[in-house]
């Protein structure tokens, strides 16, 4: 039967997604401790999840009045740290659990990322996955020396090039490339590791690359651009990709849309896996989930939407009154989340919303979109979506940690596995094996 796959939408940040959730009774404190990791590791290991993944952004969310004080103050993801270094020591905590890390093609070096991926690969015995981003702002290019964030459909372009150049390098040493016989004297064939000479219009590197492959092939590549160029991207690369349909109708139009994509772009759709994100709150009767549910709602603050709305679209929120529409220029000119701006033009069925329109259409910083209900309730939901190919899994996000988590592993997965749509139990050592993704082959 086939199987859904289970994302964790990990932060190595002060607070989840939801910017509020640090003010979550339950929330833990110690965000940056080694335990606080290892202890989630080990819940989504227990409930048998594919990936614990960690998001990215390269700087604190300071776009809105260019200052950080609000950020600082509300705790809105003013601390993030680098995910990789997180990932090692969730690895050495685990055996099976896959682990997945965001990193900016706009903003690293491409050999850089190659080589921490597959090193992380090597270390955890094939457990890693890289997640693919472009990067959405300002604050990100002042941060990494830059003036300003490169425009929206360039990003793309550019990263077409670190593409080309990552896969070069992780698929440079063939399988039999080492053969480590000392009476001979020989360490590996040098017929079997090559250079890539990549030399593209934004970038060049020239190899050979310094990482062995590791038992997976290489890291899973993950994707989650949402505009017409980002999910071209993700079809033309993504391996997994993240997405947030949000209905059962546009969701399934979407996914067959996106698979199709793959296809056009010469890849087997049935190797590209599609997770939609999934905020469950969950409890042992309805009525529970729903009291826990009018708490979190108690949590967010409008500072927190405006704030992470700035920092999306690249935009100052603060130099617009909440209901001063804007100007067709600034519509335009935001180079941020595209998809994000055309879904508020979408929603709101206006050309100029205002801020107001913009936290309303997108409920950035409030947890609307969340499902609440009984385990049963919760699983019916994941069910009908997975069985009716609206997606092949979920990226669960966390209205507080590690409280979500652990519900959500005690409660759903049991239902999920009692259903038949979940594995009870890892079937393989890699991720590729969680996921049911092929092993790409070196061989030339
Ligand atoms: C589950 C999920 C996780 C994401 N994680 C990140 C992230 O870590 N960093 C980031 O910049 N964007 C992240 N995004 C957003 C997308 O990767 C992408 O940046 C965004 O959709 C803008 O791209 P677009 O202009 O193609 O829509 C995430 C999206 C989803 C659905």
Same mark, same amino acid.
Not at 182 to 203: C, E, M, N, S, T
Not at 403 to 415: I, K, M, S, T
Not at 417 to 433: A, C, S, V
């Given at each position: 039967?086939?199987?859904?796959?289970?994302?964790?939408?990990?932060?190595?940040?002060?607070?989840?997604?939801?910017?509020?959730?640090?003010?979550? =009774?339950?929330?833990?404190?110690?965000?940056?401790?080694?335990?606080?990791?290892?202890?989630?590791?080990?819940?989504?290991?227990?409930?048998?999840?594919?990936?614990?993944?960690?998001?990215?952004?390269?700087?604190?969310?300071?776009?809105?009045?260019?200052?950080?004080?609000?950020?600082?103050?509300?705790?809105?993801?003013?601390?993030?740290?680098?995910?990789?270094?997180?990932?090692?020591?969730?690895?050495?905590?685990?055996? %099976?659990?896959?682990?997945?890390?965001?990193?900016?093609?706009?903003?690293?070096?491409?050999?850089?990322?190659?080589?921490?991926?597959?090193?992380?690969?090597?270390?955890?015995?094939?457990?890693?996955?890289?997640?693919?981003?472009?990067?959405?702002?300002?604050?990100?290019?002042?941060?990494?020396?830059?003036? %300003?964030?490169?425009?929206?459909?360039?990003?793309?372009?550019? $990263?077409?090039?670190?593409?080309?150049?990552?896969?070069?390098?992780?698929?440079?040493?063939?399988?039999?490339?080492?053969?480590?016989?000392?009476?001979?004297?020989?360490?590996?064939?040098?017929?079997?590791?090559?250079?890539?000479?990549?030399?593209?219009?934004?970038?060049?590197?020239?190899?050979?690359?310094?990482?062995?492959?590791?038992?997976?092939?290489? =890291?899973?590549?993950?994707?989650?651009?949402?505009?017409?160029?980002?999910?071209?991207?993700?079809?033309?690369?993504? !391996?997994?990709?993240?997405?947030?349909?949000?209905?059962?109708?546009?969701?399934?139009?979407?996914? $067959?849309?996106?698979?199709? &994509?793959?296809?056009?772009?010469?890849?087997?759709?049935?190797?590209?896996?599609?997770?939609?994100?999934? %905020?469950?709150?969950?409890?042992?009767?309805?009525?529970?989930?729903?009291?826990?549910?009018?708490?979190?709602?108690?949590?967010?603050? *409008?500072?927190?939407?405006?704030?992470?709305?700035? *920092?999306?679209?690249?935009?100052?929120?603060?130099?617009?009154?909440?209901? *001063?529409?804007?100007?067709? !220029?600034?519509?335009?000119?935001?180079?941020?989340?595209?998809?994000?701006?055309?879904?508020?033009?979408?929603?709101?069925?206006?050309?100029?919303?205002?801020?107001?329109?913009?936290?309303?259409?997108? #409920?950035?910083?409030?947890?609307?979109?969340?499902?609440? #209900?009984?385990?049963?309730?919760?699983?019916?939901? &994941?069910?009908?979506?997975?069985?009716?190919?609206?997606?092949?899994?979920?990226?669960?996000?966390?209205?507080?940690?590690?409280?979500?988590?652990?519900?959500?592993?005690?409660?759903?997965?049991?239902?999920?596995?009692?259903?038949?749509?979940?594995?009870?139990?890892?079937?393989? =050592?890699?991720?590729? %094996?969680?996921?049911?993704?092929?092993?790409?082959?070196?061989?030339?």
């Amino acid at each position: 039967m086939r199987q859904m796959a289970l994302v964790a939408f990990l932060q190595a940040q002060n607070c989840t997604n939801f910017a509020a959730s640090w003010r979550h =009774p339950l929330a833990r404190t110690d965000s940056w401790s080694p335990d606080y990791y290892r202890h989630i590791a080990k819940v989504l290991e227990a409930g048998k999840f594919d990936v614990g993944f960690f998001d990215d952004r390269l700087s604190m969310p300071d776009m809105y009045g260019r200052d950080h004080a609000h950020t600082v103050q509300y705790g809105i993801r003013c601390v993030k740290m680098d995910p990789v270094t997180i990932l090692s020591m969730m690895g050495a905590a685990t055996t %099976h659990l896959g682990l997945g890390a965001t990193y900016s093609t706009t903003y690293y070096e491409p050999f850089h990322v190659a080589r921490v991926f597959a090193t992380l690969d090597l270390m955890t015995g094939g457990r890693a996955a890289w997640n693919v981003v472009t990067s959405v702002n300002d604050g990100e290019a002042a941060n990494m020396g830059k003036d %300003h964030h490169l425009e929206h459909d360039l990003r793309y372009d550019r $990263a077409d090039e670190f593409m080309e150049i990552v896969l070069g390098h992780w698929n440079s040493w063939e399988e039999d490339a080492i053969v480590q016989d000392k009476a001979k004297g020989l360490f590996a064939h040098p017929d079997k590791v090559h250079r890539i000479d990549y030399q593209g219009k934004f970038l060049k590197s020239r190899g050979p690359f310094t990482v062995p492959r590791s038992a997976q092939g290489h =890291p899973v590549v993950i994707q989650a651009g949402s505009s017409g160029r980002g999910r071209r991207f993700a079809a033309e690369w993504g !391996e997994l990709i993240f997405v947030h349909y949000r209905d059962l109708a546009s969701g399934k139009a979407l996914y $067959a849309e996106q698979k199709a &994509m793959v296809e056009k772009a010469g890849r087997d759709p049935e190797n590209f896996r599609i997770a939609t994100l999934l %905020h469950p709150v969950v409890a042992e009767t309805r009525a529970e989930a729903e009291d826990k549910k009018a708490l979190i709602d108690t949590l967010p603050l *409008e500072i927190d939407s405006l704030s992470l709305l700035s *920092e999306a679209l690249n935009f100052d929120f603060a130099t617009k009154g909440m209901d *001063e529409p804007f100007t067709d !220029e600034e519509i335009a000119g935001i180079s941020g989340m595209q998809a994000m701006r055309d879904r508020v033009l979408q929603v709101s069925g206006k050309k100029n919303p205002t801020p107001r329109d913009f936290i309303q259409a997108t #409920g950035r910083g409030y947890m609307r979109e969340a499902t609440v #209900g009984s385990p049963k309730d919760i699983a019916d939901k &994941m069910e009908e979506w997975f069985t009716e190919r609206a997606c092949d899994g979920f990226v669960i996000g966390a209205t507080h940690v590690p409280g979500a988590y652990e519900d959500f592993v005690n409660l759903v997965v049991p239902e999920l596995q009692k259903r038949g749509i979940f594995r009870k139990d890892y079937t393989g =050592p890699t991720l590729r %094996h969680h996921l049911g993704l092929p092993i790409p082959s070196a061989h030339r």
